[in-house]
């Protein structure tokens, strides 16, 4: 008898084994998209990469298949409620790839990315594979899309430029002119005075597709301005 009970105590440990080991391949695979979002971003130089990423959704895929699955000895259990704590919890990852800069806001995307690969993990850990695969090679398709297609991608931007001049009153009028010209929305102007110099900030809105270093580059050939920047 005590043999019987070797026997079937054996096979349930390969059961087990098996059972765990297809679970973990479900964290393979949410690793492998997370890292094919991740390449994507690298290539555009982002802050957070093809590191970042597959870490955000293995850990998406690992709480959710401990969600799922880690509590089958617990009678009645909640599976959604870790599920849950993930959609809110990673907004931290989110926020630290997002940068404000002289009134620009840039990361917003690759924030929004993260958060998205960790929904592609979460999908990977519940084993819906299709569901997961396909949102994840549509994330990916959807970043390159709206990047390099010029008529998707292209949308207004705000920046600001600084202008040291000893010269204002007659460079003001000149450079407003030449920026109502080239479509460029002005939308604050700061001016600071010295002595010798004043000192201009204007926070400009720029039209899709805009040159702003073109701009900055005319404008430094003017003599009456003895620094510009932006």
Known sequence: MSQVWKVLGDLVERYDLIYQTGLFFRIVVAGFLGYLIGYERTNRY?????RT????????????????Y????????DASRIASQIVSGIGFLGAGVIFVKNHSVSGLTTAAGIWATAGVGMAIGAGDYFMGCGAGL??????????????LSREPFQGVIKITTNQYDSLITELLHNL???KIKVLNIKVGKT?????????LLYPAGYGKNDLII????????NSISG
């Open 195 to 203: 002595k010798d110099n004043t000192k201009m900030e204007l926070d």
């Open 138 to 151: 549509f994330l990916i398709f959807t970043q390159i899309l709206l990047h390099d297609v010029p008529f």
């Open 70 to 77: 880690g509590f089958r000895d617990v009678p009645n259990f």
């Open 53 to 68: 990423h597959a870490i955000v959704a293995m850990g998406a895929a690992l709480m959710m298949v401990v969600s799922k």
């Open 218 to 225: 005319k404008w430094s050939n003017d003599k009456r301005i």
């Open 46 to 50: 982002k802050g957070a990469g093809m």
């Open 180 to 182: 109502n010209e080239e």
